[in-house]
C-alpha cells in the first residue's frame, strides 16, 4: 500500500527473550528485517530486549554503549534504511548501571541515547514488589529525535506514569511518544492501556509501546500487548501475549485534525500553571 507524505508505518517488536543475549540479538535483528520488508520505517525493539528483566540479571548483562548489542542494532537499521528504536538494555557506565534506549538512523548513526529517569520501585502487597534501585541509577535527561517524518519523544516503561513527561515532549514538538515497557501481571491488566489511551489525549499524540512476550516461565513475567494508540485515545493496533510485530500506519493528518477540532494548545491558562523543564 503506498502511503501518502503524511503516513508512515510503525513496528513494535514483541520479542521473545531468552536467557542466552546472543540469541535474542539475532532474533530480534531477524525480526527487524521481517518489519522493514513490511514497509515499516520506523521500528522498535521491548524494553531490555537483550537480557532477562529483573535486578539481579542487570550486572551481569550489561554491556557499554556503544557495545557489542547497539553495534548489531547500528548494522541492522542501515542494512533496512529504518530508524530503528532499540527498546533498552541494561548499560554499563563509569561504574554505574541504567536502563537505557538507543537510537539508529537509516545510515547506522546513534541518534538518541535515553537513560530511564522514573525507576521502577513498587509494592503492592501480596501482589508484586519490585525495586529496579537495588542496581540502577536514574538517567537525567531528556531525548527526542527527528525524523522525516515527525520529532519523537523516548520513555521506558515506568516513565508512562508520569504525565508531566510526555507534556515536556509535546511542548517540544513531538508527534509520537514511544515507551519500551515491561509491565506485569498485576499492573498490565489494570493500567497498560488506560496509561497509553491518557498520555495520548492528554497531548494529542500518537503513543506507542513495545513490550516483551509473555514467558510464564520467567522470573518477571511481562504482560506483552504492545499497543499503538491514536491522539483521539482509540487503540489502532494490539497484540496479545505471543511473539508478533505489531504494525500500525501513522497518519499525521489525523493529528492535525484532531488538534484543530480540539485547541486545547491554544486554550491552556498559562497565566495559571505550567509544566517546564528544569533541564533539558
Known amino acids: 500500500m503506498a502511503l501518502s507524505e503524511f503516513t508512515f508505518r510503525l513496528a513494535l517488536i514483541q520479542l521473545h527473550i531468552s536467557s542466552i543475549k546472543s540469541e535474542n540479538v539475532t532474533r530480534a535483528c531477524s525480526l527487524i528485517r521481517e518489519a522493514a520488508a513490511q514497509g515499516a520505517k520506523i521500528v522498535s525493539?521491548?524494553?531490555?530486549?537483550?537480557?532477562?528483566?529483573?535486578?539481579?540479571?542487570?550486572?551481569?548483562?550489561?554491556?557499554?554503549?556503544?557495545?557489542?548489542?547497539?553495534?548489531?542494532?547500528?548494522e541492522v537499521a542501515k542494512e533496512c534504511s529504518i530508524y530503528l528504536i532499540g527498546g533498552s538494555i541494561p548499560e554499563e557506565d563509569a561504574g554505574k548501571?541504567?536502563?537505557?534506549?538507543?537510537?539508529?538512523?537509516?545510515?547506522?548513526?546513534?541518534?538518541?541515547?535515553?537513560?530511564?529517569?522514573?525507576l521502577f520501585d513498587i509494592d503492592v502487597p501480596g501482589k508484586i514488589t519490585f525495586q529496579e534501585s537495588k542496581t540502577l541509577s536514574p538517567g537525567d535527561s531528556f531525548s527526542t529525535f527527528d525524523t522525516p517524518y515527525c520529532r519523537v519523544g523516548l520513555g521506558i516503561c515506568y516513565d508512562m506514569r508520569f504525565a508531566e513527561l510526555a507534556q515536556i515532549?509535546?511542548?517540544?514538538?513531538?508527534?509520537?511518544?514511544?515507551?519500551?515497557?515491561?509491565?506485569?501481571?498485576?499492573?498490565?491488566?489494570?493500567?497498560?492501556?488506560?496509561?497509553?489511551?491518557?498520555?495520548a489525549v492528554d497531548n494529542q499524540v500518537y503513543v506507542a509501546t513495545a513490550s516483551p512476550a509473555r514467558d510464564d516461565k520467567a522470573s518477571y513475567v511481562a504482560w506483552g500487548h504492545s499497543t499503538v494508540v491514536n491522539p483521539w485515545g482509540e487503540v489502532l493496533a494490539k497484540a496479545g501475549t505471543e511473539e508478533t510485530i505489531v504494525y500500525s500506519d501513522i497518519d499525521l493528518k489525523k493529528l492535525g485534525e484532531i488538534r484543530q477540532q480540539i485547541p486545547i494548545f491554544r486554550q491552556k491558562r498559562s497565566d495559571l500553571y505550567a509544566v517546564e523543564m528544569k533541564k533539558p
Open 45 to 74: 525493539l521491548p524494553e531490555c530486549f537483550n537480557s532477562p528483566y529483573g535486578v539481579k540479571y542487570f550486572p551481569e548483562y550489561a554491556e557499554k554503549i556503544p557495545g557489542e548489542s547497539t553495534q548489531k542494532l547500528s
Open 97 to 118: 548501571l541504567y536502563n537505557t534506549c538507543t537510537v539508529f538512523g537509516p545510515d547506522g548513526t546513534l541518534l538518541a541515547k535515553y537513560r530511564k529517569i522514573h
Open 169 to 199: 515532549y509535546t511542548q517540544r514538538g513531538c508527534q509520537l511518544l514511544v515507551y519500551p515497557g515491561a509491565f506485569n501481571l498485576t499492573t498490565g491488566p489494570a493500567h497498560w492501556e488506560l496509561l497509553q489511551r491518557c498520555r
